[in-house]
């Protein structure tokens, strides 16, 4: 079952809104994925929580070097 999230009426000067505009385009997320961003970034600093590790089969493996090729 998908996650229900509150709905929230935020008002906020037009220069923050613009700000965030800016930063959610650079991130690549909507204005309201970058609040909800900003908002748990702050909860987990403040609380002291360690982010959450990417699962380890997200985490590429060092590619090996290739032995050079002998020319005949």
Known sequence: ?????????????????????RWAKHELRSV??????????????RTGQRPPQPPPAA?????QPQPPKSQS
Do not use: F, G, H, T
């Not at 229900?4 to 613009?18: F, G, H, S, T, V």
């Not at 309201?32 to 600093?45: C, G, S």
């Not at 985490?59 to 590619?63: A, F, G, L, S, Y």
């Open 59 to 63: 985490v590429p493996e060092p590619q």
């Open 32 to 45: 309201n994925a970058q609040i909800e961003y900003v908002l748990r970034e702050a909860v987990r600093k």
């Open 1 to 21: 079952m998908a996650e229900k999230k509150k709905a929230l009426l935020l008002r906020i000067p037009p220069d923050l809104w613009e700000s965030l505009n």
